[in-house]
């Protein structure tokens, strides 16, 4: 340890690894997962894990003085690496809070509260800088993918972000659910509810805009017959850390032009 804080940080989450970078931190990072592609350095540190599979011999060799681990997916390799006698650090973000409060947690646990603060500061500051027009306005729906096989709604921060760039996610009722699991929905729901704008991540695979398109009685969902079906990558919209921002801005643009198109001229 270097003035009582870790000095040699494995990181079994993608956003774990931007988070330290961004707060000064990268230099500690010795071992991370095999998607953490951001910052472009961080591509060069150990690659000991996917997302659920570990190398803990290629984890024990590199002598963390602590070991960072995300969601419930993660559970048996955090519960493995603390009998393995690790100093774990569990993370379970599902909200925009939660993301904010988990950055200031890891820079407390580095010794760089101040620079995650600031990180913080600058995310709240970059989300939620836009007041809505009002009056008879109308925002455009959105449906967010999380997977295609069965098909999962956005988790809480995604709706969070949609709402926060002008557009209204068509299930706010799945915001309340943590689990993926437990965000399946239908198609024929999604035909009902009739989204303006669809978005898709499929969570470290890429999307197939086209088979979205031509799903049993989706040609006639007004995102589908507008030509407003658009992929995201996973790292910016599905990582709960800094690259938001990422995501947000690819947000804010596709609602923005979705809000021309369901406001007449001159509103």
Known sequence: MANSHPARIVCLSAEAVEILYRIGCGDRVVGATGFAVEPPEARQKPRVSGFSEVNYEKVDALRPDLIITFSDIQAEATKELIRRGHAVLATNQRSLEDIFNTIILIGRVAGCEGEAVKLVDEMRGEIFRIEHREGEAKWPTVYFE??????????????????????????????KIPRAPDRVVSGEEVIKRSPEIIIASWCGKKTDLKSICTRPGWQDIPAVIDGEVHEMHSNDILQPGPGLLRGFKQLRRIIERGMERTNPPGF
Not at 153 to 163: A, D, M, N, Y
Request: charged share 30%; proline share 7%.
């Open 146 to 175: 999380e997977w295609d096989e069965p098909m999962i709604s956005g988790i809480k921060w995604v709706s969070e972000l949609i709402e926060a760039a002008g557009g209204n996610d068509i299930f706010p009722e799945m915001r």
